[in-house]
């Protein structure tokens, strides 16, 4: 004798689906819902106007192209109040002009061996704030478009197509 398994078992409610993960790395999720870097979570369907930027120089660079300038600038006018700037013979000239290119040399040295952070920028809520920052273009590239593709989600109700509006037709 066989039994209907269905009519003799009540009927289960279906799980609720789990959120869909677009990225996850140590200390980032995203998934359609929410963003998650570190401790701070977002909801995806707050998060407006999204930039991209570059964060700000690597301070001890900074200060070494400051500190070049400013001895560069003071022996030049040390050299220009003493008179000591028409005693110069023209390769002392051509020293000079080289040495005025420190500064640019250590600001490249500087991005090439430090390069500022990318940062991720968007609105919460009215409130600007720094979503992400990360100094591997790479692993920042995976995060933003991962949170472009949730977003798109979320303007489209988990939707995979947009709703349909019926067919086009001009205005007369």
Sequence with gaps: ??????????????????PRLLYARPGIVVTAERFTVGRNSWPVSEITQL??????????AI???????TMIAAVGLLLGFTGGLHRLTAGAYLLLGAVGLVPLLLVLIGDRVRPPAHELWGRVRGTEVLLFSSDDERQFGQVARALGR???AARLDGRADP??????RPAR
Excluded: F, K, N
């Excluded at 200060?63 to 300038?69: C, F, G």
């Design 51 to 60: 930039r991209t930027d570059r964060g700000p120089h690597d301070r001890l």
């Design 150 to 152: 949730a977003r798109e």
């Design 1 to 18: 004798m066989q039994t209907d398994r269905s009519a003799t078992q009540p009927s289960r409610s279906p799980r609720p689906a789990a």
């Design 63 to 69: 200060r070494a192209v400051a500190v070049s300038a």
């Design 163 to 168: 709703p349909a509006a019926g067919p086009w």
